[in-house]
């Protein structure tokens, strides 16, 4: 062999690599490695610095990724320089430890608690140390009270923007709506199910302005129409997006509110589902709108000009007209959902195809007057339309499609023959 073949060489003899000698018995362009239990060192997780033993439920959260929220890991993250927490249903959490959160992270600026089992003892520790928050979250915390409610928001009244208490019951109260009144800075504002509210606490926000946005209010089922009026007369020039819906009670007056939303000349989404008690009297008082001139003079003005999603399900004492007017009103209408007006005829939905010619979605379920040939014709007006209409409109609330048919009296179950050439008889 020639002297110099191993230095100028194209490819170096084996020695010259770095590394163990492959096997030649294995394949050598296979390079995974499997690693075997025996290759893992658990000498880490005998003890701490201290020599202390550590429990085995302690070693099992520290071999975790970092990206599993826990209670461990959970402490490295808060730290004075932490603005944002969601804790949204980490129901793992216990309540021992949710009542630090305030003084590991005092600097908070969005928490979300939903659906967190949280305590109002714990809750109140919270809001004890947080005076910068902007957002909150404590929607489905059916556990914290009013008082707690109320010293968060006496400690962050002037930064507070965001609020959502939807289905906490026991947190809002009329006492509470005397503070969310004098939030300067609120633009969302969320008191769902809010069952013990009544008109003295909407009462508060009657002669204030407030920059809100978007309000819910739906299930409100204390409330009347004239405490919801005060509430909407707040925000008239912000208001964009508006839900009050599930209020079928009888004090809800849709002509004393109504007149009010028709002057949110801004409003973008309304939904009035549930709402058993407006009538036409009411809905046609949306369009109506009001407007003062410089020398005091009032002038008419058509409202819900912005309107581009409406929710009218479950309004079973609408007709035509009023469905008509309603839909004819806003020229970028693009979504309505008529489930269950009852009243409706084919009339209506053929007026509302052809007049708005926006609109991408409507929903037409539990409408006695459409029927499926009915329905196809109104498709081929506008077929690019998307209209959403069960297959199926008569069901029975009980039934649940679990139930097995029941076998008719008159018939007998068969008996299985036997087989032939078993054993005798003794």
Request: with cysteine; glycine share 6%; proline share 4%.
């Amino acid at each position: 062999m020639n002297t110099k073949a191993q230095e100028h060489a194209a490819l170096l003899p084996q020695q010259s690599y770095f590394g163990p000698t492959p096997d030649p018995q294995k394949d050598p362009y296979d390079r995974r490695k499997v690693k075997q239990l025996n290759d893992i060192s658990f000498e880490g997780d005998s003890g701490d610095e201290e020599g202390k033993e550590i429990f085995e439920d302690v070693r099992n959260v520290q071999r975790l990724p970092q990206t599993i929220l826990t209670e461990e890991n959970l402490k490295v993250y808060l730290t004075r320089e932490t603005e944002k927490l969601d804790l949204e249903h980490s129901y793992w959490l216990k309540d021992v430890f949710l009542d630090k959160v305030g003084r590991m992270a005092p600097n908070l600026r969005w928490l979300s608690l939903r659906r967190l089992k949280i305590s109002n003892r714990a809750f109140s520790e919270i809001a004890t140390c947080l005076k910068q928050l902007e957002r909150l979250d404590i929607s489905d915390c059916t556990q914290i009270q009013a008082p707690a409610f109320k010293q968060l928001l006496s400690n962050n009244k002037s930064t507070l923007q965001q609020i959502q208490a939807s289905n906490t019951p026991s947190a809002v109260t009329n006492e509470v709506m005397d503070l969310l009144a004098w939030t300067p800075n609120l633009t969302f504002l969320d008191i769902s199910h809010a069952r013990h509210l009544t008109d003295e606490g909407a009462h508060y926000f009657k002669e204030r302005t407030l920059p809100i946005k978007k309000l819910f209010v739906n299930g409100l089922t204390s409330l009347t129409g004239a405490g919801l009026a005060d509430m909407i007369q707040s925000c008239t020039a912000t208001l964009r997006i508006f839900e009050g819906g599930y209020m079928d009670q009888e004090g809800m007056v849709g002509a004393v509110f109504c007149n009010t939303l028709a002057h949110c000349f801004e409003l973008e989404e309304i939904d009035l589902s549930g709402d058993v008690m407006l009538d036409d009297n009411s809905i046609m008082l949306l369009p109506k709108g009001e407007l003062k001139d410089h020398h005091g003079k009032t002038i008419e003005v058509v409202g819900l000009q912005k309107l581009r999603l409406a929710k009218l399900n479950g309004l079973s004492k609408l007709t035509d007209h009023s469905v008509i007017k309603l839909a004819a009103t806003s020229k970028v209408l693009e979504h309505l959902e008529l489930t269950k007006c009852e009243q409706l005829t084919e009339y209506a939905i053929d007026s509302i195809i052809k007049q708005n010619g926006s609109l991408v979605f409507l929903d037409l379920n539990g409408i006695p007057a459409i029927t499926q040939p009915i329905l196809d014709g109104l498709r081929q007006l506008k077929p690019e339309l998307l209209i959403r209409r069960y297959l199926y409109q008569n069901i029975d609330p009980k039934d649940n499609e679990l139930r097995v048919p029941r076998r008719l009296m008159g018939e007998k179950k068969k008996k299985k023959k036997g087989k032939k050439g078993g054993k005798k008889k003794k």
